[in-house]
């Protein structure tokens, strides 16, 4: 019996390791948001704390214990649409907790391996070894981009920030500047500091002339320290709202945070967005305010804009209003980086639509605007306007606004009220309010976000429009 409680004692501890470090690789590995800002904090009393609680305290049955809380796992991680990636720093944590949960248990003594210590001290020890390894490992990388990005002596880096847009903006930027220089920018919406000095150790070309990056924050400091490892010659701070208010509270504080990545002692010029400040600086330009003429519809966005003191009008096939605002910082960037009027006109009519964020896609008769990784309320209530252009049904599939106020999620379902035949609510967050509030001839909501496809292919039809506003992956 006692090798079985060996046995039993090393899965177990094993399979909370693997519970936790799932939630830790969706908070970015900080122990205090996977605790207290966790999205659904009654997975830890369901997945950790009961199944502990049972395991210590049921003496010669902890075997019985594992073999229910394995399959219950088991059932929880086959269902999370955001599973654990075995990266190397997780493969490092599992070899760490099998360890020293073998270790510690021959060293307290085989009958002693259901107590509370045989559980937490393996779990304790190998977050905090963990961590040790991670930060050598972390100031290791740091220092080797650092050396790469010294040595490539003609980089201009541009570094963005907001509250919405970061990524359309960077990818806007690198499409209008590529016409004319060699640019790299961050893939997909990689924006912590980490996630930077990886992408530069591991894909920036030597040859780069402009590296594009965006930078995020949950913390203040978070983008400072950004600030201080790149110095950007150019920054661009776009506009503020209370996207990601739980975390700092108020909206000064978020602004900032913003802010903090004009100190770079490389500055040359910055871009703030009106939202963001009216505190004049030498190196800042606002941006926001001085577009003109701006007609956004199905088929594409018109607007004018004066560019070396000449009023210029630009077209593209990128949808939404609130990208005018994405635009106006690209296009200041690229006259700033010396790109000819005509150039940068010619470009912004060569854009492409950011991957999921307002992507017209038609098939099947069907109109389908993806817009799944926007999350903000400007940009949801615009994907809605475009639907109210459409003379068919409109369809829209949404989780509501996360990391959001309970204001903001009214107005969201006020404005699909007033447009949509068929709203679609995926997730729990806000399924409560939408459920509440929504008065819609169709309304349907769906925990499991599996059964989107059949239920739309059972619902639409052709001539439909259907807006993917948000997405969330089942964690949140």
Request: proline share 2%; net charge positive; charged share 20%.
């Amino acid at each position: 019996m006692e090798v079985l409680s060996f046995i039993a004692n090393l899965i177990f501890v094993t399979a909370l390791g693997w519970y936790l470090l799932t939630n830790l690789q969706w908070y970015d590995y900080r122990i205090g948001r996977a605790v207290f800002h966790h999205h659904k904090i009654w997975w830890h009393v369901v997945y950790f704390i009961i199944p502990f609680t049972l395991y210590v305290f049921s003496g010669n049955y902890s075997v019985y214990v594992v073999g229910v809380y394995l399959p219950l796992l088991y059932f929880w991680h086959r269902h999370l649409d955001k599973k654990l990636v075995l990266t190397w720093r997780v493969k490092r944590f599992l070899i760490l907790i099998v360890s020293l949960t073998v270790f510690l248990n021959f060293l307290f003594g085989l009958k002693e391996i259901s107590t509370v210590y045989s559980v937490l001290l393996p779990l304790a020890f190998s977050y905090l070894f963990s961590g040790g390894i991670e930060k050598f490992l972390f100031l290791s990388y740091k220092r080797k981009a650092k050396k790469k990005i010294a040595s490539m002596k003609k980089l201009t880096i541009i570094c963005i920030t907001g509250s919405y847009g970061k990524t359309s903006m960077k990818n806007f930027v690198a499409q209008l500047l590529s016409q004319k220089y060699k640019v790299y920018a961050t893939p997909r919406s990689v924006n912590t500091l980490a996630g930077i000095i990886k992408d530069i150790n591991q894909s920036l070309p030597s040859d780069t002339q402009v590296y594009v990056c965006e930078a995020g924050a949950r913390l203040e400091g978070d983008i400072y320290a950004i600030a201080q490892f790149l110095h950007p010659q150019i920054v661009v701070v776009g506009k503020v709202g209370p996207q990601h208010i739980e975390y700092f509270k108020t909206i000064d504080r978020i602004k900032r945070t913003k802010l903090e990545l004009i100190h770079s002692d490389r500055l040359e010029k910055a871009f703030v967005h009106t939202s963001v400040t009216d505190q004049s600086h030498p190196k800042v330009t606002f941006f926001g305010d001085e577009l003109l003429n701006m007609n956004a519809t199905l088929e594409g966005t018109d607007f004018d804009l004066t560019l070396g003191g000449k009023l210029c009008h630009f077209h593209t096939s990128v949808l939404g209003a609130f990208q005018t605002i994405n635009l106006n910082a690209a296009i200041l960037i690229a006259d700033q980086m010396g790109m000819h009027t005509s150039e940068i006109v010619q470009a912004v009519e060569n854009l492409k639509s950011v991957e999921h964020r307002l992507e017209r896609i038609d098939v099947g008769g069907k109109i389908i605007l993806d817009d799944s990784y926007n999350g903000n309320i400007d940009g949801m209530l615009e994907g809605i306007r475009l639907c109210s252009l459409h003379n068919g049904r409109k369809v829209i599939v949404t989780p509501g606004l996360v990391e959001s106020t309970k204001e903001l999620n009214a107005e969201l379902i006020n404005a699909i009220n007033g447009v949509f035949d068929i709203a679609i609510i995926t997730g729990q967050l806000n399924a409560a309010q939408f459920d509440k509030e929504l008065t819609v001839p169709e309304k349907i909501m769906l925990a499991d976000k599996s059964q989107i496809e059949a239920k739309l292919g059972e619902l639409t039809r052709a001539g439909d429009i259907i807006l993917f506003a948000n997405d969330a992956p089942n964690f949140i």
